[in-house]
């Protein structure tokens, strides 16, 4: 996929909009939530950034943990290849602890570096609903840490293991026409080869999930995410 770099001219928050931001807790989550949408910006030329909380060395107990991060790392930059983004940083925080480690390890001035070196006008995230107790803490010290920032932009939730949301009633919905990259998708998901017990038990979701969205806009998949700010 070829990028044209144009001149930046910032939105009225001063921010790059042509510049995106995924952050969340596990590698693969950023393909199973955003995957599509990643695709497709990259293919209109945007730059996708990812941050990772974890390595996510807790996913396969029986595994040496060196060995899993390792392949976790390396899964998680040839999916960003293979779609087009921009890069991949882990902030190597252990799963279960993020709340404490990220102020113990002094992770704010980390996370706001990255933040400011990419400008981003769109940042997505988990959504503060999800069942997995990660990705709603990252959700909490990710918002806090735009408000000590003082950082305006545009932050959506995506679900990575809910299926259907009752709770977000109260939120913008917004659904992304994810048709000419879901195949990119699905494809990037089975390169997370580490994790493809759960994967693939989860590939009905996928489907489902994007099958459903699409109706919605009469598209053939699309994405959903939810406005929190
Ligand atoms: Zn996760």
Known sequence: MVKKFKKIILDNNGHDPNSVLIICA????QTFGPGGTVAKYAKEG???????????EMSLPLQQKEYTIKARV???????KYLGGDGVV?????????????????????LKRLILQYNPS????????????????????LLETLDR???????YMFDVWNVFNFKKRNYI???????DTFEFKVKALKM?????????SLMWSVYTKAWINGKNIKVKYAEAFYKIR
């Not at 945007?46 to 996510?56: A, D, L, M, N, Q």
């Not at 902030?91 to 404490?100: A, I, N, P, R, V």
Request: glycine fraction near 2%; aromatic fraction near 12%; charged fraction near 30%.
């Open 122 to 141: 769109i940042i997505f995230t988990h959504s503060n609903d999800d069942p997995m107790p990660d990705h709603r803490a990252l959700n909490k010290v």
């Open 26 to 29: 596990h590698s693969d989550d």
């Open 173 to 179: 919905k917004i659904l992304v026409d994810i048709s």
């Open 192 to 200: 997370f080869k580490s994790q493809k017990m759960s994967l693939f």
């Open 74 to 80: 390396k899964e998680s930059l040839d999916v960003d």
């Open 90 to 110: 882990f902030l190597g925080l252990e799963e279960t602890k993020f709340t404490d480690q990220f102020k113990n390890k002094k992770m704010y001035p980390k």
């Open 149 to 155: 920032m003082r950082y305006n932009c545009d932050v």
């Open 46 to 56: 945007k730059k996708v950034h990812t941050i990772i909380f974890s390595y996510g």
